[in-house]
C-alpha cells in the first residue's frame, strides 16, 4: 500500500459539489491498494499512520501524533499512486481491482477508528475535488514496501 500523508489544518473532498467527508487539524491521507496488497499491509499502514509523530511540541520538534493534538483523518483512495510512468501515459496495472482494493481501504479506516480516530472520507471510485490548507507544509510518503 502507498500513501501520501499531509499534515492539515483543515482539508474537505467534495463529489458533484457537495462535500461528504471534512476535518479540521489532521492528516490527508492519499491511500492507494496495490495488486498484491493483504490485510497485514493495511494494518501495517493503519499502525503507522496513527502513530505518526509530525505534529510540533513544546520544542519545535517533530515528536506529537494525531492523538495528541486530537486531530482527525480524511483518507481518500487514489489508485493512481501505483501509476507506472515509463511512457507519457500512465499505465495502472500496479493498482489492485476494485474487489481487492475496498476492502483494504475499509480496513486502514476501520483500524483508525477502532484505536479512537475520527476518520472522514471520500468515496471509491468517484470524480472528487479535495481541498486541503497544508500544514508547513509537511508531507510524507509511505510504502508498506519499505516500511
Do not use: W
Not at 52 to 75: P, S, T
Request: proline share 3%.
Amino acid at each position: 500500500m502507498r500513501a501520501v500523508v499531509t499534515r492539515v489544518k483543515e482539508a474537505r473532498v467534495e463529489i458533484e459539489g457537495k462535500v461528504t467527508g471534512s476535518i479540521g487539524q489532521g492528516f490527508l491521507v492519499l491511500l492507494g491498494v496495490g495488486s498484491g496488497d493483504t490485510p497485514a499491509e493495511a494494518a501495517k499502514l493503519a499502525d503507522k499512520l496513527c502513530g505518526l509523530r509530525v505534529f510540533e511540541d513544546e520544542n519545535g520538534k517533530m515528536n506529537r501524533n494525531l492523538e495528541a493534538v486530537g486531530g482527525a483523518f480524511l483518507i481518500v483512495s487514489q489508485f493512481t499512486l501505483y501509476a507506472d510512468v515509463k511512457s507519457r501515459r500512465p499505465g495502472f496495472t500496479g493498482a489492485a481491482r476494485p474487489d481487492a482494493a475496498i476492502p483494504l481501504y475499509e480496513q486502514v479506516m476501520d483500524l483508525c477508528r477502532e484505536r479512537g480516530f475520527r476518520v472522514e472520507h471520500g468515496e471509491f471510485g468517484a470524480d472528487m475535488q479535495v481541498f486541503s490548507q497544508n500544514d508547513g507544509p509537511v508531507t510524507i510518503l509511505l510504502d508498506t514496501d519499505t516500511m
